[in-house]
């Protein structure tokens, strides 16, 4: 039976393809399409939805927050049989910048995952400024890998920086759990986490953005 939902990357890193191959029972469909970017084409077609998960940083997280959040709307339409949504996974680097662009091509929303550093505020506003917001995109920035322990100061002070630019931000941050990081070795997503009370949390903070963005379905 087709999936509800795909990812593709086209991040030549391939760090997600590194992930994807240890998932036992991946909940979507899966390509790497770096070489292939022409491929991307063939998504006006499907009728379906694509989300491009964007910052010409490393390190920020795209690929926790584009599996992680291809899983849990995947979950949520499990009886689906028909495509409809595509998150793509692209590079973090200035070097693939045409990747980056042939992808926005097809897009209908962009999500530009920021941690609370101020080492990342530069490079997010660069990727902002001279690659989405020419694209004429819908986007949103999210705040990812925020730490609880460390209080709230960081997350205020991001957030205050968002605001200050003006862009459109998410009310959902997503918090730092080492779960998360284990998860790639272990050939995990988030939906797939051992029951206990911080996997319980991190998955909660992907269901609530899903629901934010309105990824329920079409």
């Known amino acids: 039976m087709p999936a509800a939902v795909h990812v593709v990357s086209i991040d030549p890193q391939a760090s ?10 991946l909940p979507f469909d ?85 941690p609370p550093e101020p080492l990342a505020f530069d ?31 960081d997350l205020d002070e991001t957030r205050e920086y968002i605001e200050a630019q003006g862009w459109p931000t998410l009310k959902t941050a997503i918090r730092r759990y080492k779960v998360h990081t284990r998860a790639s070795a272990e050939g995990k997503v988030v939906t797939q986490y051992d029951e206990n009370k911080p996997s319980f949390k991190a998955r909660e903070d992907f269901f609530r953005l899903a629901i934010e963005l309105g990824y329920g379905g079409r």
């Open 30 to 114: 899966f390509s790497q399409e770096h070489k292939t970017p022409e491929n991307l084409a063939l998504l006006k077609d499907t009728g379906a939805r694509v989300h491009v998960v964007a910052n010409q940083k490393g390190g920020v997280g795209k690929t926790t927050i584009t599996l992680n959040l291809a899983a849990v709307v995947a979950d949520v339409l499990k009886e689906t049989n028909t495509l409809q949504h595509v998150f793509i996974d692209t590079p973090g680097s200035l070097q693939d910048e045409n990747l980056l662009l042939e992808a926005l091509k097809y897009a209908h929303d962009v999500i530009v995952p920021m």
């Open 123 to 153: 490079p997010t506003a660069r990727t902002v400024q001279k690659v989405i917001e020419p694209a004429g995109l819908p986007y949103f920035v999210l705040v990812n890998n925020w730490d609880p322990r460390d209080g709230k100061a």
């Open 16 to 25: 997600t393809v590194w992930w994807a191959d240890r998932i036992t029972d």
